[in-house]
């Protein structure tokens, strides 16, 4: 009975060595699984680019946007702003972009639709410089708005031809396609608004697993201990 006791608390302690160095390589193996994709864009940051508060008329936000190339394959990738709240603030902020090479666009945010294919290589990045900017000219009516806009990375195989496809019409380079969002908001002062909420999923989950866990552990020693003293 001592052998059995003494076995199931090695089990206990056991199982909380290799829970997190299980769920790292669970996260590694995702991660190897992504960087096989033949296109795989991503960006830093990957969520939010702009969050500011209490813009007024003659500031800016400058920001580095990282672009990264993931996958195997050498691709073209475009950038194009949407709209995703009011119109009045949004048709009047003005945007610089910037790369390696110069001024990409330089305008209205609003006039910025679609910016000429980059090519990116396999296995590289490059870093864009973006800068919003609050005209000085804009009057109080234009305080206390928010603007919140959604700015869209399309990437595609260098090689691909857009609108090609088999005989049944269907279009094949949609495969050799892959998609990134990056957000922006400005606003009046309230940070409360559109703030990404904390994961906490993951963790709640872990939580369970582990009082689950120990409650087995202490009813396995609890019947043991109650066997031992019976014997």
């Not at 969050?51 to 008329?57: A, I």
């Not at 946007?65 to 195997?72: E, Q, S, Y």
């Not at 400005?186 to 369970?208: E, Q, V």
């Amino acid at each position: 009975m001592k052998r059995l006791m003494l076995v199931s608390l090695a089990f206990v302690i056991g199982f909380f060595i290799l829970h997190d160095p299980l769920l790292t390589m669970a996260d590694n193996s995702n991660a190897t699984i992504n960087e096989k994709a033949e296109i795989a864009i991503s960006l830093s940051p990957s969520d939010m680019l702009f969050n500011v508060n209490n813009m007024k008329p003659g500031d800016w936000a400058p920001r580095t946007l990282t672009v990264m190339n993931d996958g195997k394959n050498d691709f073209h990738y475009q950038i194009s702003i949407t709209n995703e709240g009011e119109a009045k603030l949004f048709n009047e902020l003005l945007i610089e972009m910037e790369g390696e090479e110069g001024i990409l666009y330089e305008g209205k945010l609003a006039e910025l639709e679609t910016l000429p294919k980059r090519f990116l290589a396999a296995n590289t990045y490059e870093e864009i410089d973006i800068t919003v900017r609050f005209p000085e000219h804009l009057g109080n009516e234009f305080q206390g708005l928010a603007v919140l806009f959604n700015m869209s990375f399309v990437a595609e195989a260098a090689n691909s031809t857009p609108g090609t496809g088999d005989s049944d019409g269907e279009d094949n380079s949609k495969t050799d396609k892959d998609v990134k969002h990056v957000g922006g908001k400005i606003n009046d002062g309230d940070n409360t608004a559109g703030s990404p909420l904390p994961k906490t999923a993951t963790n709640m989950f872990h939580y369970l697993l582990i009082g689950t866990c120990l409650l087995l552990a202490g009813l396995i020693i609890y019947i043991i201990s109650r066997r031992l003293k019976k014997a």
